[in-house]
């Protein structure tokens, strides 16, 4: 029942600004570490940053000072602000979040993706 949805992925120009979202919803009781991660065509998996339910972040170099992660708990929903975008950062942007279900165990989820491009 639990999933995640993903939004704001597009096409900008290099050295544009995009907000991705992941709003998660069903039957979580909690939700502890949220992250995004990314994947360029024949590239692995990559952590871009994640944040704990108490706010702390963490991100990966070629992030840092680009882009701010933030999550609203009371809205279950994960946020990336990505600023001074370059071609480098074209990839499908997923949503990754530590969950724990009303009844269950805890599981880590993973939603869609949104594909963001930055031209040049």
């Known amino acids: 029942q639990v999933q995640l949805v993903e939004s704001g992925g597009g096409l900008v120009q290099a050295g544009g600004s995009l907000r991705l979202s992941c709003a998660a919803s069903g039957s979580i009781f909690k939700i502890d570490i949220m992250g995004w991660y990314r994947q360029a065509p024949g590239k692995p998996r990559e952590l871009v940053a994640a944040i704990t339910s108490g706010g702390y972040t963490n991100y990966a170099d070629s992030a840092k000072g680009r882009f701010t992660i933030s999550r609203d708990n009371a809205k279950n929903t994960l946020y990336l602000q990505m600023s001074s975008l370059k071609p480098a950062d074209t990839a499908v942007y997923y949503c990754?979040?530590?969950?724990?279900?009303?009844?269950?165990?805890?599981?880590?989820?993973w939603g869609q993706g949104t594909q963001v491009t930055v031209s040049s």
């Open positions: 990754n979040a530590n969950i724990l279900p009303r009844y269950g165990t805890w599981h880590d989820h």
